[in-house]
Each structure stands twice: as C-alpha cells, then as structure tokens.
C-alpha cells in the first residue's frame, strides 16, 4: 500500500496486511509527522508491478469455507467507491476442517479514503516504474538469496501463503486522525522485511490459533503507531478469509479476569485494572502480530475521534497526552528516494498505543501533569537563567575585571598644557623620572633658595619623563612656593594652582599634595580667602592617620604662618610642635623669626636668626633675612657687617661680594662704588654659573642706570641676556632704559620678558599702562592703571598716572577729577608715593614709575590765569621727587590764587623737607584757606612737632587722622611723639601701622629702637 505524509508529502510503500481494518497510526521519519492510516478492505497494496515484469502467478484457493456475515461499509467511505473484495487469508491449521479446501472470502471492507477523492498521481507515467532501482517484489525475490538482510533484527515472523489480488488505485492523503489497535494476524518469521517487528510476546495470541506453514509474506502489524520501509515493489498481499472461532479467553495478567475485548488481549490487563493503575498506560506495550479477530457482525466499526492525536506531540516525536503514548522504539518513516534522502531508522520492534474511550476520558490529568511539569520545569529554567545573568553573571564579570591590572589614570589636560610648555625649557633629557624625583626631595632637604630654584627644575623634569608622577608635581608646586614665595607671578601661580588641583583629583588629597597647596596659597596671603584654605589643608593634614611626621611638621608650620597676624601666641606654639616632629626642618627657625618680624618684634626677629646662623652658618636664608631686616629698620652698618663676616668666614663668596654691592647703591645710595663692585665680579663672570653671572649683569645694569649712565645699563643688559635669556631682572631694566627713551620696539620687547614675573603684580600692571601711554593707547593705559589700584591700593602713583594719561588726551575735567583725590590726600599719603622692598632684585628708583610725564597736565593750561594745570602739575612733579620744580609751579599758583590752601600745604611740605623755617607759617596759612584739608593739618602737625610744640602737634595730627585714618606719615608722627611718655601706647600705634603696611620702614624704625631701649 502506498502511502503519503500529509505534512511533508514523502510517499512510503508498506504491506496491506500491516494496516488492520481499524487503522494504525504511523509516523513519517522525515518530519516526525503522527497520521492515521487505514486500509481499503478489498486492495493490498497500491504498487504495480514493474514494467515488463511477469505477473505473480495464480495460487490454488483453499477449500471455501461457510460464508462470513458481509461486512457494512464504514460511514466514511466514499458513497461511490466500488467495494474491492479482500483475498482470502489462510486459516490456521487447526482450525481449518480437512475437507474444506479453502476458507471463504471476506467481504469487501468500506473504503477508507472515499471522501477525499482520489490520490494525485505521484510518481512517472505508468509505463515507467518509479521503484525499479529498489529491486524485486518482496513475493517475488529470488530464492537463492544469499543471507537475510534483516536477520540481525530478530526473528521472522510465521510465514503465510500469499495471494495475489487486484491493486487498488491509492486514495488521497488522510489527515491526522487519532490510529486504533487492532487484533493482528500471526507473525510470519521468515519475512526478512519484517524482522524488525521481534518476537510476539506471549499470551496474546487468539485462543485456538495454531501455528501456520511458513511462508514468504509479510506478516500482520500490530496495531498502533508502526515504521515505513523505504517504498519498493511488491508483490499483492492476500487478505485471508478469518476462520470461525470461538470467542478468545485470554486472561488479564493482573488479576486473571478472561480478556474478550481485542484491545485489552492486545494490552494484557483488563479494563478495571487500567484504571486502578492509570500509569500503566504510559508505559510503552510491544504488540505482537495477532490472528485478527472477526468483525462484529452487528455492521460499523467505531474509529477513535481524529482530534485525539496531539499534533503537537506527534509532530515533535514525544510521548502524546491523553494516554495516546507512542513507543520509545518505533521505527521513523522512511521517505521517497525522489523526496528526500533521509534514511530510515531501523529499529527490532514496533510499540503499540492503544486508544480506548476511558483513556480518553482520563487525559485531562495526564495533561495537566505534563503542562504543571513544564511549568515547573519553566520556572525553575527561569529562575536559573536570572540568577545567571542578574547574580553569578555579573559577579564573574566584576571578579576578572578586578583581576585584571588597573589601567594607568589618563593624564590630565592641565598636566599635558604644562608639560608642553616646559618641554622647551628641558631639550636634552637625560636620565629617569625616578632620578630627577630623588634628586629634587634632596635639594628640598637643603632648605635654602637656592636650592629651591635647582628643585623646582628637578621636579620639571621627572614631570616631563613621567605626567603621571604626582609626586613630582607636588614637589614642583612646594619648591615653586618655597622659593618664589610671594615674588611668585600670577602665571606661574596659576600654572601651579592647576596642576595640584589635577593631582588631587587623580591621586586623591595625599599628605604631600594638601602640604604642597597650602605652601601655594601662603604664596599669595593677601588675595583673600588663601590663609583660611591653606590652614583646612593643614588641619585636613593633621587629621590624616598615614601621614608622616614630616608631613604633619609642614602642616604645623602653615598653621604658624598662618596665625602670625592674628595671633603670635597660637603661630609660636604651632612652630613648637613642628620643632619637636622635625628636629631638622630649618625653616621653622626662619619662619619663627618672619612671624616676630611681622609683629614687630624686630629684636625677637634678629635674635632668632642669630642662633638658626650660630647652629647653621652657611644657612643664606637666615643670613639674607636678618640684612634685610637691619636695612628696614634704618641699620644699614649692621647689614653690611654681616656680609663682611661671611667674606671672612668664607673668602670668596660671590653672593656675599654681590649682596655687599647690591647694598651699596640700593640702601646706602652709592651708585658708583657699587658699579665698580659689580664690574669686578663681571671679571670672571666666566667662573660662575649662568645664572649667577645673569644675576650680576643685571645688578651692575641697575646700578649703572641709577648712576645716569643709560648706555652702559644696556650694554649690562645684553650680557645678562647673553647669560640667561629669560632673565627678568634684566628685562625690567632693559625696559626702563628704553622707556626714558622712548624707544617702544624695544620697550615692548623688554616687557614680554618679565611680564608674570616680577614679585609685584600691582607694579607689572603700572609697567604695562606705562607702555600702553608710550604707544598712545590711552585708553589700555588707564585701565592697566586701574587694575594697578585695585591690587594694591596703596599705589598712589599708578591713580596720579591714570589722571595724566586722560591729560593726555586733552580731558581735562576728567584729569582734575582724577588728580584731586590725590592732592588732598585723603586715600592716599602725600609722603609715600608707592610701597618698594629695601633690597630686591627687581630693583626701581622711588620716582621710576613717574618719569618721563613732564609737563603733560601743564599743557592742559590756555591762559595765564589758569592755575589748575599748574597745580596739578606741580603735584606730579612732588612726588617725582623734583621739589624745585614743584615749588616753583605752586608759587606761580599762589601768586595767581592766594586762596589755594593746597598749593600752601605742599609748599609747607617741601620746606619741612628742606628744613626751612618757613614751614610753619605756610601750614598756618593753608590750614586757615582750608581747614578741611587733610594734607593742610598733617603739615601743620609736622611743623609743629619739629618746632617742639608736641602737644599742639598731637592734637593737629589727630585732627588730620579724623579726616584721613589712612594716613600713615600722621599715625607714624603721632607714636613717635608719644614714646617718651607713652611707650607702650606707641607701640601699639606702630604696630598698627606695620600690619596694614609692613612695608611702612619708617614705623619700623621707631619699633626696632623700642625693642632696643627694652
């Protein structure tokens, strides 16, 4: 019989005989497709024979035997279908009567497939047979085969006599309907095509049956789902006509109950017992081919509903709910040649399912117990694969990124920026980051300025080798704050300021970098806020358990500086502690005696660097400072007694040689014999350093120009240049050189190289509105000026030349309103035009700011009669330190308006300083034209004081401060009167006036001659 997959459309060939009259379910190998397939009563196989072959011939029919009641056709079948008589089948043996020769045909089973119409034509045309190359007819093989080719399978089944009937044209697919067992006929064992069926198993076979004669046919299958052989020509298979027999009584094999339903024989247990154990129809039943019992002779058979397959189950090849259960070992069908070339499975035996009513009454449960397992099964997939991703996943994957090394942090920008512009200073490198970071902590260990300078290039350079060394930066930024100190210029302080903030944001706030900060910001103690930070970075130092003890030294020291002008006492007991935790740390000494010196306590200052250069002579710092002092407080012969005993001490030196010099034209006013010190050293500049021999040539271009010898300044300043490019102490004398000649290329030349690096940042913006003027930028000027005004607001040269740059540019309202704050000295003192260090590098004559403005607010004048230009003038002039001038313009003044109290009062002025007797009066006079005057009353209480009167002169000088508390001349005046009777009272007033200028010398005067009286 043919047949073809419904899902698939793969065309099988299998024997008539193995398809009972009830059906069986096969499955097909190619797509595991479950389809019920059933058989017409009356063909045996749908396979003709090949062309050109013999037909099979014509066997002598048995014996008839009485007639069989007619089988009534199946309610399915096609109304027209012609009913096909079945062959006879042969009758066992025993149940056959010796004299009856053949038993009696069946009748014509209903036709199965009718309502489907015919089956299209698969294969070629009839001429051709599809199945030629599969060899021979099963019924037709040779005889003299060599061996059986399915003989490893098992034992054949009992052979029966086979015969020939009329092939049946095959019908069209079935679809999938639910397969029924049936009884089977007995198993042929010399059938090598269905070896693979095995050994019927025991007890199922009908009652009275006895074993037949063998022969080559194919034996009956059992019912239920079975395995198709590859389609191959066959012979028809004969129906045999069942034999009449009694009723089979086989017994359950449970409880013993006689069997009479076919279904149950096939299965061996009863119904009762089946549902007592409902898990034993899960189980998988090998059926063994049966004598086929007879239909009933009531008519129709009743098939088992077609939606009881699971198509689910079927087509995925696992067990069917329901109780529907396919065996383990069925054997999978085998496709068409000309379809597909799956081969097939071969397997020993086919399972049976039985389908019964009451199995399908109790599938529900069975589903259910699958879906709750799946469900089950689902969730705990579920759960598992959650854990995995959400818990176990993740674990792993942080567990190897943490076994991984750390990448290297990226360099941060500011670093990069840095970097790159150092990389010019530093062409040839040579040596590790390593090496340059050992050698920089060394020179840090020093203590000394000089050693500052040669750090700060170390730390340069190991930055340079390695950007992601923070400690380099940090020694950078402490030996840059160390050295500098406030002589630091706002680029290299901002410069400094991002490359610690980077460093803390990469490496975190460690000890060095918060020491390193804090040392920075005392760097610029004056901008505000920066002694409140760098006391938390000293306390956050503190409070850090890792740090060292030379970290927590350093931040004690912060504290100190940062408490000196608040409180002495708490700065002295914070320079205790760091003492006791650095025994060595030399700048506790030093920094001890700065915090006397700034409370003026000048003699405390001097004694404690005495002792640090007792313990300590070749400390330059402590040797520096204490000259420094003596020069501020007026003793300039103690200063210089220093150096001389350091040049005995150490015949030689050329820093003492060069202080000696540099002391000479800056503190005592002998340019010349410090001109010739410096040419001296000049000689064998060739024995010194660079730097060194720059810092001579600069000195000696300073001195030459105080001196009024301008060409030899300059030449002084090329050969600094020649030494030191970049020198800016050079630069600014270059600069002033050329701004006295008004050369601006070369003006503007000299500014760009000390522009950000002088110590003072007001006086570099007064510079900068000078060259702005000289260029005729008035504009850019005045506000250089400005800002020169908001830095420092003590610099009362830079608002007097903002008044003469708008004079400049012919705005005389605009001048005069700038130049009277000025004149009435309310903000500003008339004798202290600008604050300057005694000694400095950046040296400037008081008046250097102011020359080379003559005459400019002169020309604002169009009359004789107008005096206001000649006033102001005449102001200019005054603090260019030309008094004759500026006497000579105020007397015209006078002369056209003997009402000017102002122009009395400076007269009044120049005559104190010129000791002239006449001052007194001209203070009268100008205090009786404007008692309101600030400058007016300061010259009458200066006049008084020195004529003696110093009761009147107190109660003037304080009227003065009434109207102008700002003025540090009057205050200065004041305690100096009062030191004789009121010491104490004086000092405090002096003390006053040291805090809000430190740079005020003639207060430090009067302190320092307090401390020597005791």
Request: hydrophobic share 40%.
């Amino acid at each position: 019989m043919r047949i073809v997959c419904q899902k698939c459309a793969a065309a099988y060939a299998i024997d008539d005989r193995l398809i009972t009259t009830k059906g069986v379910r096969a499955q097909c190998p190619r797509c595991r497709h479950l389809q019920l397939v059933k058989r017409e009563a009356s063909a045996a196989s749908v396979t003709a024979p090949a062309e050109g072959a013999a037909p099979p011939a014509a066997e002598p029919q048995p014996p008839a035997a009485a007639p069989a009641p007619p089988v009534a056709r199946e309610p399915r079948s096609h109304p027209a279908a012609a009913p096909a008589q079945a062959a006879p089948r042969n009758v066992p043996a025993a149940a056959r009567p010796p004299e009856a020769p053949a038993a009696p045909k069946a009748p014509a089973a209903s036709d199965l497939f009718g309502d489907f119409g015919e089956m299209p034509e698969l294969g070629p045309p009839g001429s051709v047979d599809p199945f030629a190359d599969l060899g021979p007819p099963a019924s037709r093989a040779p005889a003299s085969l060599p061996s059986d080719p399915f003989a490893n399978l098992g034992p054949s089944a009992a052979p029966s006599s086979p015969k020939a009937s009329p092939a049946a044209k095959p019908g069209p697919p079935v679809p999938d309907a639910p397969g029924v067992a049936a009884p089977s006929a007995p198993k042929v064992p010399d059938d090598p095509l269905l070896d693979f069926l095995g050994p019927a198993p025991g007890g199922l076979e009908p009652e009275g049956a006895a074993p037949q004669a063998p022969a080559r046919a194919s034996s009956t299958p059992a019912a239920g789902g079975m395995s198709l052989g590859r389609m191959s020509a066959r012979a028809p298979a004969q129906a045999a006509a069942p034999a009449a027999k009694p009723e089979a009584s086989t017994s359950c094999r449970s409880c013993g109950k006689a069997l009479t339903d076919s279904f149950d024989q096939a299965l061996g247990i009863c119904e009762d017992c089946k549902q007592r154990a409902p898990t034993a129809a899960r189980e998988s039943v090998v059926v063994a081919p049966q004598v086929a019992a007879p239909p009933p002779a009531s008519g129709d058979l009743e098939l088992p509903m077609m939606s009881n397959l699971d198509p689910a189950s079927a087509s995925s090849g696992d067990e069917l709910s329901g109780g529907e259960l396919r065996s383990a070992g069925a054997t999978a069908l085998s496709p068409d040649s000309r379809v597909s070339s799956v081969k097939p499975a071969r397997t020993s035996h086919i399972t049976a399912a039985p389908v019964r009513s009451a199995q399908r009454g109790g599938s529900g449960g069975g589903s259910r117990s699958v879906l709750v397992g799946l469900l089950v099964l689902a969730l705990l997939g579920g759960g598992g694969a959650a854990g995995y991703f959400l818990v176990y996943k993740p674990q792993q994957e942080q567990a190897a990124r943490d076994a991984k090394p750390a990448a290297p942090a990226a360099v941060p920008p500011e670093v990069l920026a840095a970097v790159g512009r150092w990389k010019l200073q530093f062409l040839e490198l040579e040596g590790t980051s390593e090496e340059h970071l050992a050698a920089g902590q060394k020179q840090l260990e020093l203590d000394q300025r000089i050693a500052y300078t040669e750090a700060e290039e170390s730390f340069q350079q190991a930055l340079l080798l390695n950007p992601r060394s923070t400690d380099a930066i940090a020694g950078y930024v402490q030996a840059l704050a160390l050295g500098r100190g406030p002589g630091m210029d706002d680029n290299s302080f901002q410069e400094a300021r991002e490359l610690i903030q980077a460093a803390e944001g990469t490496a975190g706030r460690t000890p060095a970098l918060l020491v390193a900060h804090a040392n920075l910001l005392l760097a610029r103690s004056r901008q505000p806020g920066n002694l409140e930070q760098a006391a938390q970075l000293a306390t956050a130092v503190l409070a850090r358990p890792e740090a060292s003890d030379a970290h927590k030294a350093e931040a004690h020291l912060v504290l100190g500086r940062s408490q000196v002008a608040t409180s002495r006492a708490l700065a002295n007991q914070e320079f205790d502690a760091a003492r006791k935790l650095a025994p060595n740390l030399k700048r506790v000494d030093y920094y001890s005696a700065l915090a006397h010196e700034q409370a003026g306590q000048y003699g405390l200052a001097l004694k404690q660097l005495s002792r640090r250069m007792e313990l300590d002579p070749q400390d330059w710092n402590s040797l520096e400072a204490a000259a420094r002092i003596y020069v501020e407080v007026g003793e300039t012969g103690r200063a210089r007694k220093l150096y001389e005993d350091r040049l005995k001490a150490k015949a030689g030196d050329v820093r003492a040689s060069l202080a000696l010099a540099v002391l000479r034209y800056q503190a005592e006013g002998n340019a010349r014999d410090a001109v010739r010190a410096l040419k001296d050293l000049t000689k064998n500049a060739t024995r010194y350093g660079p730097r060194d021999a720059s810092e001579i040539w600069s000195h000696l271009a300073a001195a030459e120009r105080t001196a009024g010898n301008a060409r030899e300044a300059m030449r002084a300043v090329t050969e600094a240049l020649k030494a030191v490019p970049a020198m800016p102490a050079a630069h600014l004398q270059g600069f002033l050189v050329a701004l006295e000649q008004q050369d601006v290329a070369a003006a503007r030349e000299h500014l760009k190289g000390f522009q950000g690096r002088l110590e003072d940042a007001a006086l570099e913006k007064v510079l900068e509105g000078r060259m702005h003027l000289l260029e005729g930028d008035v504009a850019g000027a005045q506000e250089r000026f400005q800002q020169a005004v908001r830095l420092d607001d003590r610099r009362m040269d830079a608002k007097l030349l903002e008044g003469v740059a708008a004079a400049s540019a012919k705005k005389r309202d605009e001048a005069f309103r700038l130049f009277y704050p000025v004149l009435e000295a309310r903000e500003w003192d008339p004798l202290r035009l600008a604050p300057r260090p005694a000694l400095s590098r950046f040296w400037l004559r008081p008046d250097d700011t102011l020359r080379g403005v003559e005459n400019v607010v002169k020309a604002l004048g169009d009359r004789p009669e107008d005096v206001q230009p000649l006033l102001y003038e005449a102001l200019v002039r005054f603090h260019q330190g030309d008094r004759q001038t500026a006497e000579r313009l105020l007397q015209s003044v006078v002369e056209a308006n003997a009402n000017s109290g102002s122009a009395q009062a400076y007269r009044a002025l120049i005559a104190l300083d010129a000791k002239g007797p006449q001052a007194r009066g001209l203070a009268e006079r100008a205090v009786g034209l404007e008692r309101g005057l600030p400058v007016a009353r300061l010259s009458l209480g200066l006049a008084q004081a020195e004529a003696g009167d110093v009761a009147v002169a107190m109660r003037t000088l304080q009227s003065a401060l009434d109207v102008a508390p700002k003025m540090l001349s009057a205050q200065t005046k004041l305690a100096e009167l009062l030191v004789k009777s009121k010491p104490k009272e004086a000092r405090a007033v002096l003390e006053k006036v040291v805090g809000l200028d430190p740079s005020y010398f003639p207060a430090k005067k009067l302190l320092f001659k307090l401390d020597e009286r005791g």
